[in-house]
């Protein structure tokens, strides 16, 4: 293990966030803490073709409501390829706020080799001095030895960075079989519009670790004091995993005009009576377009692949009277909160789906329309915008988009 001391500037976004969100008085610390931040892989050793789960743990930390960590694997490339992260029994699921997480890279293109996650707790510290931050799956690729090494660690309460120790590890892939097992993956957020009874589908996958298999019994849930929360539903409820295969599972998630704007804890929990693994989803309701103008949106095409070589998804705009449609500023469109999708110039004003009505053509780019979703499933996506010169200057409008 290699031992190092770190102070890092945090990102700017996490600071702002601590100081916006964080309780106005601080944790008393009851001892001088030691502050340890580690990396503890569960097993220090696995075969080729097996799956294994390391956590970004700490030990005895003083309470704290933020961390922006990045990890690096592969010091030995083709041991170690990360397969997703999540938060399941983390320090940092305080209360019933789940964690806003403004980073989640897993070797992707962004970050090769490594692995970054950015969170804030909203309006609490974290539950205890040790324990998980976060864990990552990894698939063991190859032989060898490679080291884990934390080579950013910014801690903070609220906006004060917290000066700790820092323990590096080391995984080799080893000839000791591993324990069967099975992991849940799914997006971390979701984000939906409040004013209007609304609903998203989203997947959720159960992946089969070396050589799991059996029945799981699937479980949705909100943890919340607040009236006419979301409600969650799993469908089907029940999933069987084959050895070393996945399955997919629908989350889908409803709210009424009556549901507050609030971040709400969701939690997607799997059983089959001696495992059980649970990972959390934070439920972002917005409130932004409650007074605005509803639009009429049609998608064309209505269903995409997610290969498809399609270059455009098109969205029929229309207005109720007396709006125009010359008044929408079309740098204002946005799908999904996602600004810059519109293609310029590509907006039409027309009648293309011939039902008496004006409608504005507007283009997006396909590729980037599916990189604002979760994988295969049913949305129901917004289209927002902005109306000059008009009383109520926002519109906004709901369409169902399937991704297979």
């Given at each position: 293990?290699?031992?190092?001391?770190?102070?890092?500037?945090?990102?700017?976004?996490?600071?702002?966030?601590?100081?916006?969100?964080?309780?106005?008085?601080?944790?008393?610390?009851?001892?001088?803490?030691?502050?340890?931040?580690?990396?503890?892989?569960?097993?220090a050793t696995a075969p080729v073709n097996s799956t294994i789960t390391i956590s970004v743990s700490v030990q005895d930390f003083q309470p704290f409501n933020g961390a922006d960590i990045s990890l690096q694997y592969d010091s030995t490339p083709g041991v170690l390829n990360a397969v997703s992260a999540d938060l399941e029994n983390s320090i940092m699921l305080a209360g019933s706020f789940p964690p806003l997480v403004v980073v989640d890279c897993v070797n992707s293109p962004v970050c090769p080799g490594e692995v970054h996650i950015a969170a804030a707790i909203l309006g609490a510290f974290t539950s205890a001095p040790s324990g998980p931050l976060?864990?990552?799956?990894?698939?063991?690729?190859?032989?060898?030895?490679?080291?884990?090494?934390?080579?950013?660690?910014?801690?903070?309460?609220?906006?004060?960075?917290v000066p700790h120790i820092t323990v590096d590890g080391s995984f080799s892939s080893a000839p000791t079989p591993p324990s069967p097992d099975f992991f849940i993956q799914a997006a971390s957020f979701v984000m939906m519009a409040q004013g209007i009874n609304f609903s998203t589908t989203i997947p959720v996958t159960l992946t089969s670790a070396n050589g799991y298999s059996g029945t799981l019994n699937l479980n949705a849930s909100i943890s919340t004091t607040l009236p006419n929360p979301p409600v969650v539903q799993l469908n089907p409820a029940?999933?069987?995993?084959?050895?070393?295969?996945?399955?997919?599972?629908?989350l889908t998630i409803s709210i009424t005009g009556k549901t507050k704007p609030e971040h709400y804890l969701a939690t997607i929990t799997a059983t089959d009576g001696v495992t059980t693994h649970s990972i959390p989803i934070d439920v972002q309701i917005l409130a932004y377009f409650v007074g605005g103008v509803r639009a009429t949106i049609t998608l064309d095409p209505s269903t995409v692949q997610s290969s498809s070589n399609r270059r455009y998804l098109t969205a029929l705009i229309e207005l109720p009277f007396p709006y125009s449609l010359s008044q929408i500023i079309l740098s204002t469109i946005t799908l999904n909160y996602q600004a810059g999708l519109v293609t310029r110039p590509s907006a039409r004003i027309g009648d293309r789906n011939q039902n008496g009505v004006p409608d504005l053509a507007v283009r997006f780019l396909l590729p980037d329309v599916i990189a604002t979703l979760h994988g295969p499933g049913t949305y129901n996506v917004i289209i927002t915008g902005v109306i000059t010169g008009a009383p109520a200057p926002e519109f906004y409008g709901f369409a169902q988009l399937v991704l297979t």
């Open positions: 293990m290699v031992f190092s001391s770190r102070r890092i500037r945090l990102k700017t976004c996490i600071t702002l966030l601590l100081a916006g969100l964080s309780p106005l008085i601080l944790p008393t610390p009851a001892h001088a803490f030691s502050n340890i931040l580690t990396v503890d892989p569960n097993q976060f864990n990552i799956h990894f698939k063991v690729v190859g032989s060898g030895t490679t080291a884990l090494h934390i080579f950013k660690d910014d801690i903070a309460s609220v906006n004060v960075l029940t999933a069987t995993l084959q050895p070393d295969h996945d399955t997919t599972v629908l």
